[in-house]
């Protein structure tokens, strides 16, 4: 995990060395293949993708240890009793991170202070829109949110799914399901494999992978 001063580009190592999984205080620490990242301001918040883990990081310290997750799998429960396959994008809402679980095709919850892991959305793979894990995703990645909802880049359903974070209804924000790089509005747009995605006050942004764009909503 690397630091960069924004006004002056220096880059220094905050956590990390070689691949592997270690708890510790900063290079002591390991990750193996580190994806999302998220902050609350005082903490960093790391989905460990080959370590089925979400990481913690004090940011003043650099103290890393395990939030959640051990091996692979998928289970509800606390901590390092929870399992993860895959955590690949990591967002931070109050007290809780929601987490896009790829090869679970899951949307996982995380009390950030007990460490109590639920499972929010998804199911099975496949394309459904509905509430809680009635809902299906296939292999979701990038998530993001406004507060209120979270976005989700849908990968392999080449959609961008919203998710109303109260109440776990899933609904398609864009994207038709067919491969093909079309602007448009809400679901007639196309993506082709869209990943990951940002938001700022009015917009959400993705990363629409295999057109080699990024594109704007």
Do not use: C, Q
């Not at 809402?93 to 998804?122: E, P």
């Not at 199911?123 to 993001?144: H, K, L, M, R, V």
């Not at 799914?161 to 448009?184: E, H, N, Q, W, Y």
Request: glycine content about 14%.
């Amino acid at each position: 995990i690397r630091k960069i001063v924004i006004s002056t580009g220096v880059v220094t190592t905050l956590a990390g060395s070689s691949a592997g999984f270690a708890n510790g205080t900063g290079t002591s620490a390991k990750f193996h293949y580190p994806r999302g990242i998220t902050t609350d301001g005082t903490n960093l918040y790391v989905a460990d993708t080959s370590n089925y883990r979400i990481r913690k990081i004090v940011i003043s310290t650099g103290v890393v240890t395990t939030l959640a997750g051990s091996s692979s799998g998928y289970l509800d429960g606390t901590g390092t009793a929870a399992k993860f396959k895959y955590p690949m994008g990591v967002t931070n809402v109050g007290d809780y991170l929601y987490v896009t679980d790829r090869h679970n095709h899951r949307i996982r919850k995380i009390d950030k202070s007990t460490g109590v892991v639920t499972t929010l959305a998804g199911s099975s793979a496949g394309f459904n829109d509905a509430t809680g894990t009635s809902a299906n995703f296939y292999y979701p990645w990038g998530i993001t949110t406004d507060g209120k909802n979270l976005y989700v880049g849908d990968g392999h359903n080449h959609r961008i799914r919203k998710i109303v974070i109260s109440t776990g209804v899933v609904t398609t924000f864009a994207g038709s399901g067919s491969a093909s790089s079309g602007d448009g509005v809400g679901t007639e747009a196309s993506f082709t494999y869209p990943y990951e995605v940002g938001i700022d006050e009015n917009n959400v942004y993705v990363a629409d992978y295999s057109n080699h764009r990024i594109r704007k909503i």
